[in-house]
């Protein structure tokens, strides 16, 4: 069938134009110079069927090309993501990502699959770790991660650089980048934040679902008008310091006192459109424009519910009805209340509303809005339960190149999206 398709773009057949796309195949004026009139009945079941077939057999064989071209295209780029929440996977059920794992979103063989050479690990500790228990959190995190380093040094390394990403990838090796989601993990102490830098961790999120001591989150009630005077020296430090800032996660005024303040540019490592997706985590037109303006890369998010309104109302209505009361515990009793809730979210996963097309669009705009120099991916794989269809797991990501490269995008822009300008980013901020 592939053939049929190479004959027909080589014009050798005559008979049939295809579109630009293989629905919309036509006729060539020539089959009708015969009045269909004058055809007798069977003769007309049997040109409708012929013309039937030839059209499946385009469709099919150009989505076959787009598919390969989309393979071909992310074997090639530095594919970088940017955030995934597998460390938790990890520290949790202790997993091998050497092995194609039978559940979860992301391993090694899957990564290489789908052709994300460097993904962001995120070190993520839930809000209830609060004051020192989130920084002894943030080390057993780095802990497991790093015993993942030691087990596999032939496949996986820690980058600490731009240079880093580059030299490993080339070595045909996962490029591990690690970042922190949530600022109160620094327990109000810079001191803090200058180790985890010194830990290889190149990004912080300054809130995840609740306002921390300094700042506010955009799932959280106000409470500090953006960015305390604390706040802000976070900021100019983890500028000095060559980290990071990522706004996703925080609320609107923080996400604005941010960019007045940072000298470098700033991540959305996985956020969507507001526009198509009303919920607070997303980024309005405003704010994507803004992030252009710092030289900034938004990662769009693949959870669900950000990408579709439809998933977003039930998402609002499932959170609405959770009790929104954070635990008081410390230690062990904690760490076992993590894990229930782990197990309990993992056991929850589906397929939304949502399909691969819906990450297709929300890209398509924030292009339109910010530019091409200005977004990326941050698919924050296994730390969601709603996945959209035909992108459910890293090893998907080819749909998403094909899904692009059929609305007109080149190569080189998705050499952008796909990790470019991730990698960019890298260099201004942390450096060669
Ligand atoms: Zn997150």
């Not at 269909?36 to 069977?42: A, F, M, N, T, V």
């Not at 009790?323 to 076992?336: C, Q, R, S």
């Not at 949502?354 to 990450?359: F, M």
Request: glycine share 8%.
């Amino acid at each position: 069938m592939g053939s049929a398709y190479a004959e027909f773009q080589a014009g050798k057949k005559g008979l049939i134009t295809p579109g630009k796309f293989a629905d919309m195949v036509l006729l060539d004026q020539e089959i009708f110079s015969v009045p269909p009139e004058c055809l007798s009945k069977r003769m007309r079941s049997l040109l409708a069927l012929f013309v039937l077939a030839v059209n499946l057999c385009s469709a099919v064989a150009f989505s076959q090309d787009v598919n390969g071209e989309a393979s071909r295209i992310q074997d090639h780029v530095l594919g970088i993501d940017g955030h995934n929440d597998t460390v938790q996977h990890i520290i949790y059920e202790n997993v091998d990502l050497a092995n194609r794992l039978p559940d979860g979103m992301i391993d090694i063989p899957r990564l290489r699959e789908g052709g994300i050479h460097a993904p962001f690990f995120a070190l993520w500790v839930p809000t209830y770790y609060s004051g020192s228990e989130a920084v002894r959190r943030t080390l057993d995190l780095r802990d497991a991660m790093q015993r993942v380093l030691d087990r596999h040094r032939d496949q996986i390394e820690l980058a600490t650089s731009a240079h880093d990403i580059e030299r490993i990838v080339g070595q045909k090796k996962i490029a591990a980048v690690l970042t922190i989601e949530g600022g109160h993990q620094i327990n109000n102490d810079l001191a803090v934040l200058r180790m985890y830098r010194h830990m290889g961790i190149l990004a912080m999120t300054l809130t995840h679902f609740r306002n921390t001591d300094w700042g506010d989150s955009s799932t959280d009630k106000p409470e500090h008008n953006g960015l305390t005077d604390f706040g802000k020296q976070v900021v100019r430090e983890m500028n000095a310091i060559g980290m990071i800032v990522d706004i996703s996660h925080v609320s609107d005024k923080t996400f604005y006192d941010a960019l007045q303040i940072t000298t470098k540019p700033v991540i959305a490592s996985h956020s969507s459109c507001r526009s198509l997706s009303d919920v607070p985590r997303n980024m309005t037109d405003d704010m994507l424009r803004a992030l252009a303006r710092n030289g900034g890369v938004v990662g769009v998010s693949f959870a669900a519910a950000f990408l579709n309104q439809e998933d977003a109302d039930e998402l609002k209505r499932k959170v609405s009805s959770e009790n929104a009361v954070e635990p008081n515990l410390t230690g062990a009793a904690l760490d076992e209340r993590a894990t229930k809730e782990y197990f309990d979210d993992k056991h929850q996963l589906q397929v939304g509303h949502a399909t691969v097309e819906d990450a297709a669009n929300c890209i398509d705009h924030a292009v339109k809005v910010a530019g091409i120099d200005h977004v990326g991916i941050g698919s924050d794989f296994d730390g969601i339960s709603l996945v959209p269809r035909d992108l459910e797991d890293v090893s998907k990501v080819p749909n998403l190149t094909a899904a692009l490269l059929k609305r007109g995008y080149s190569e080189r822009d998705i050499r952008k999206i796909m990790g470019g300008n991730f990698l960019r980013v890298i260099q201004q901020v942390v450096g060669e």
